[in-house]
């Protein structure tokens, strides 16, 4: 191996290792510097840090504006459908960047949804669909609440870029991460028992949520990260439904499970045309779906006790009831949220956020790495 070549590979694993070492200190070093200082991040209610207030959001979850929300880092409710932060919030702190402002904040506080010396937005809201309101109306599909969609937020993003000088918007397309939270389960929760055929929300979904991306990269997006859905036979919400024969080896709802992976496929496969497409681009897939499983695989591994039950709520087996969640009288929260994963029925604890974040930041449930997009931006520097 020539001496040039060496000095080449050597620089580029030292490079990796900083990444990785300045990523999980970032919280507790001030100053550090990082290839992103903005993150613009969308999704659903695994995402919104704000944008949904009590008496919204899906149908059955509207009281994330009350106690024990919040119980666990914020000591109060934040809007957020957790017991604390989510993954978006563990990606901020990676990155020694403060939380993203719920764009909704933003606008009610300024009038115009823009924020002085801001660190990125969170467009995401709880309940959202990837494809539009109106498809669920004409279908008479009432338990939608949310009016929202992907391009409701796609809409949002669009006016708060008007606020922006023509620099700024270069600088935005050119240095920030834009993290695309997980979206489309609400889509397929939506039409449960209805005529509608999951054949025919996969490939609405994945157009409609294939022209949003496309439309971030035709903007001149150069660092994003997507996410999958997660193993949604594995949530509370779908252990309490289900029949019971309809398992598999890892005791979640299997049809669930099969709808998720099935989606995941296709979305992969478009992710990979649209790295073809923009090859400037750099579009990092999420694997949740993977990344959650391991987790019910060897929960004890991340601390984990209870795989199935949710913290809060009431009722057994589940200690879950559709019109009895968390928030409600009924309801109560379990001591210790950090050894469940699911939180609320639907929604996970911190704890199980955190194990996601970071898989996806410093593990191997992400392709290409997380690490690669790390390292192409500080090359670009």
């Keep these: 191996m020539s001496s040039s070549v060496s ?5 580029a694993v030292s490079v990796t290792i900083l990444l990785f070492s300045t990523i999980s200190t970032a919280a507790t070093i001030p100053n550090i510097h990082h290839p992103f200082n903005k ?15 009590s008496g919204e959001g899906p149908a059955g979850f509207g009281h994330l504006s009350s106690p024990p929300y919040g119980m666990t880092f914020f000591r109060r409710p934040t809007n957020r459908y957790s017991d604390g932060r989510l993954t978006i919030d563990f990606v901020a702190e990676s990155m020694n960047l403060p939380f993203l402002p719920p764009y909704l904040s933003l606008k009610s506080t300024n009038g115009n949804g823009t924020a002085t010396d801001t660190h990125g937005v969170n467009f995401a809201v709880s309940g959202a669909t990837v494809i539009k309101h109106a498809f669920f109306v004409k279908n008479n599909l009432s338990l939608d609440m949310t009016p929202q969609s992907i391009e409701t937020e796609l809409a949002w993003f669009e006016k708060y ?4 000088g023509t620099n700024q918007k270069v600088s935005l397309f050119k240095d920030s991460l834009f993290w695309i939270g997980e979206i489309g389960v609400n889509d397929y929760a939506y039409t449960l028992g209805s005529t509608v055929s999951s054949d025919t929300i996969r490939e609405l979904s994945i157009s409609t949520f294939t022209r949003f991306l496309e439309t971030l990269l035709n903007k ?3 660092y994003m990260l997507v996410q999958g859905h997660p193993a949604t036979g594995c949530l509370t919400l779908a252990m309490s439904l289900a029949a019971e024969d309809d398992r598999d080896s890892l005791g979640c709802v ?10 995941n496929l296709a979305l992969q496969s478009k992710l990979k045309q649209l790295r073809i497409k923009y090859p400037s681009a750099t579009i990092v897939y999420a694997d949740y779906w993977n990344a959650y499983r391991a987790v019910i695989q060897n929960p004890s591994k991340y601390g984990i006790t209870e795989k199935f039950k949710a913290c809060c709520g009431t009722g057994e087996p589940y200690n879950f009831q559709v019109f009895q969640t ?3 009288v009924a309801a109560t929260a379990c001591k210790d949220p950090n050894q469940y994963i699911n939180w609320d029925g639907v929604h996970l604890t911190e704890a199980m956020y955190k194990v996601m974040a970071d898989m996806f930041l410093d593990g191997t449930f992400t392709r290409p790495r997380f690490s690669n997009l790390l390292f192409k931006k500080l090359n670009s520097l």
Aim: proline share 0%.
């Design 7 to 11: 000095l080449l590979l050597t620089t």
């Design 39 to 53: 993150i613009y991040a969308f999704g659903d209610s695994f995402t919104d840090t704000g944008n949904s207030r």
């Design 161 to 164: 870029l008007e606020t922006l």
């Design 220 to 222: 001149g997006v150069k």
């Design 254 to 263: 299997q049809s669930a499970n099969n709808q998720s992976y099935t989606h």
């Design 326 to 328: 968390c928030g409600t």
